[in-house]
């Protein structure tokens, strides 16, 4: 008997080896029955072949033989042994033979290494085994299996078969503390505590056939002993903001600049500290005849709270001291005229830099003076930052930003990546709210298997960094992720199929002489939980996203002209930040327009004379009106079919969809 699921069973299919989906009879408003009961036994067997669908092109093979294993929490799909590749992989079309087992051969496939469990005991198969032993050995470990065996500590990492090459990453640790001077052994005073520290490994995967696997280790103290006020008092430490990466690679495409990337070896160990920390020596390099000594460090290390904070200190202070200027706008952003009267560029994101400038010959001598003070590692043009890919034509003087290998990554963490793509972020019929959380004690163990904060959260860092296009769509899931329920899911979904059909979406920066110019729409009473308005907005230079945002209001808005009236005042407050920013960075941009479709709005910024109307607003959302006396902005009447802001705050049909995407150079 073959068995056959589809992507609407797997939604009801609960994690067992029988299942029972039913259907209770519901009544429409005529009080007739719009349901139907529907019950059946799901009982495949563990074990049994099982024949995963794949597309490898017409003339190739349109399935793969497997071995069914289970299911696997929170995805739906089917979890499978691959013989032919040694492989665990989670299929929804699937075509199961309950009747015949497969060969012995093939079973001995199945993985009886030894393979830590979540407990740290290490499960070994019985040495007299048969088939079902082995399927069940597999359930066990399968979950082991699709991540990479690092070692958990210090024991571990001596004790397994790739023992030589952990030692070896370790002793480079070392060497690399020492030559940096870290810490001096010394006797620990009286009254003073040590804090501990532990090993921490990571095997990162290198193209095959090109790069060979990386083995890391990393010495990390445990700062939760770390006492405030003794052993750190400030921890804040700034990272230049994705805005700015966009306005540098704007200027860079106007300009015509070369763009290189650097990278800091072990960062974190350069700040210097200002309070005297005691650490113990660490497990498997305790020196000898010294035991009993401990480390005082002179430098920062990895696990620190203050790490962060003092290596931004050192480098700033480093910056400094060779005439580069810190930016007003972003402390991030440094800057300095070099002989010929260009610019010198440099951003700064923890330990990854992007050094901008016309002369290759100055980004040389940039380099050497950063090489002087700091063990840095040239990655030559930029090519990758942050998850996000830059590629340029510059016959064509056009620089792209896309996130096609983060997008890629992302749809297999969730198991989307054959899923049937969508042409909107979002669909016009999701009305979100907290009263579609879960309900009944089923809802809530449902929902408890379902990855919705990592989904989320996965979401959000491709809104921020090239997608405006996601904007309203995952400001709309992320108001739920204390208590989501099956609609939110589904809406989460939705978006990571919209990103299946929009993997190669990016964003398109070229020369050009206009300035900063806004768009602005709200979207009044959009939350229906607490009845606020959304604002949303979206920057251009020459036509090109930069800047944009989508975020409910802090206050309810009584009227339509009130909640287009305080979006407005948002967005001139980040166009005063980006003009400032182009400013500095020795752009003189025209005066910034800020586009919105309300005509009332509009006459509120100009003049009071509805105060009887707007007394209750809020002080702080009256500052537009100086700013537009002043003449440092300008705010203007746009048609609403030209404002593409309109696709930050609302659902939108395909062709007002991408027409928005037009207006802002996000190109497929």
Not at 211 to 240: H, N, W
């Amino acid at each position: 008997m073959q068995v056959r699921r589809d992507r609407e069973t797997l939604d009801s299919l609960s994690y067992s080896t029988t299942k029972q989906r039913c259907r209770t009879n519901e009544q429409n408003d005529h009080g007739e029955s719009s349901m139907y009961v529907v019950k059946c036994q799901l009982t495949e067997i563990f074990g049994c072949p099982a024949y995963a669908h794949v597309d490898n092109g017409r003339l190739e093979p349109r399935s793969i033989k497997c071995v069914f294993l289970g299911y696997k929490a929170g995805v739906k799909g089917y979890k499978l042994w691959c013989p032919e590749n040694r492989k665990v992989v989670i299929s929804r079309d699937v075509v199961f033979d309950e009747t015949a087992m497969l060969p012995t051969y093939l079973l001995k496939t199945l993985p009886i290494k030894k393979i830590k469990s979540k407990n740290r005991r290490v499960i070994k198969p019985l040495k007299k085994y048969a088939e079902v032993d082995l399927v069940a050995y597999a359930l066990n470990v399968a979950e082991d299996i699709d991540a990479n065996l690092e070692p958990s500590n210090y024991s571990e990492a001596i004790s397994c078969e790739d023992s030589e090459k952990w030692m070896f990453a370790m002793q480079e640790e070392m060497e690399s503390l020492h030559k940096n001077k870290t810490w001096d052994l010394v006797k620990l005073p009286k009254g003073k505590k040590t804090i501990h520290c532990k090993w921490v490994f990571k095997k990162k995967e290198g193209t095959p056939g090109v790069e060979e696997p990386r083995y890391k280790a990393r010495l990390v103290a445990k700062c939760y002993s770390q006492i405030p006020g003794v052993d750190f008092t400030d921890v804040f430490s700034p990272v230049m903001k994705h805005s700015s990466i966009r306005a540098l690679l704007d200027i860079v495409a106007m300009h015509d600049l070369e763009l290189e990337q650097l990278d800091v070896k072990t960062v974190f160990l350069h700040g210097e500290f200002e309070e005297d920390i005691y650490m113990q020596q660490s497990e498997g390099f305790t020196v000898s005849k010294k035991e009993d000594y401990i480390c005082l460090l002179k430098k920062s290390l990895y696990g620190l709270k203050q790490s962060p904070r003092q290596w931004y200190k050192r480098f700033d202070s480093f910056m400094t001291s060779h005439d580069f200027k810190s930016s007003s706008f972003d402390s991030c952003v440094y800057f300095k005229k070099s002989n010929d009267g260009s610019f010198v560029y440099l951003l700064l994101y923890v330990d990854d830099m992007l050094i901008a400038v016309k002369d290759k010959g100055e980004i040389r001598k940039v380099k050497a003076q950063l090489n002087e003070e700091f063990e840095m590692k040239d990655l030559g043009p930029a090519k990758k930052l942050l998850g996000m890919e830059i590629l340029r034509d510059r016959k064509a003087s056009k620089l792209y930003l896309i996130q096609m290998g983060y997008i890629e990554k992302v749809l297999c963490r969730f198991n989307m990546q054959s899923a049937k793509p969508f042409s909107t972020p979002l669909a016009a019929y999701f009305r979100l709210s907290s009263a579609l959380s879960p309900q009944s004690d089923d809802e809530i163990k449902y929902m408890s298997h379902v990855p919705y904060s990592n989904a989320v959260g996965s979401l959000i860092y491709a809104m921020v960094c090239s997608h405006p296009d996601l904007s309203y769509a995952v400001s709309a899931v992320s108001r739920y992720m204390a208590n989501p329920g099956k609609e939110h899911w589904k809406a989460v979904q939705w978006i990571l199929r919209y990103l299946r059909g929009t993997t190669d979406v990016c964003i398109q920066f070229g020369r050009t002489e206009d300035g900063v110019i806004g768009y602005v729409d709200a979207d009044f009473a959009g939350d229906l939980d607490r009845r606020r308005s959304l604002t949303g907005y979206v920057f251009t230079i020459g036509g090109c996203a930069i800047s944009w945002k989508a975020t409910l209001q802090t206050t309810v808005a009584l009227s339509t002209t009130e909640a287009e009236y305080m979006a407005i005042t948002e967005a001139c407050k980040e166009a005063i930040w980006l003009k400032g920013l182009f400013s500095e960075l020795n752009e003189d941009l025209q005066i910034s327009t800020v586009f919105c479709d309300s005509q009332s709005a509009i006459f509120l910024t100009k003049d009071q004379m509805f105060h009887e109307r707007t007394k209750h607003i809020d002080v702080r959302y009256h500052f537009v009106r100086d700013i537009t006396a002043r003449g440092d902005i300008v705010v203007s009447k746009i048609s609403t079919h030209g404002n593409p802001a309109n696709m930050m705050t609302k659902s939108l049909p395909i062709t007002k969809f991408e027409h928005c995407l037009n207006l802002v150079d996000v190109h497929c």
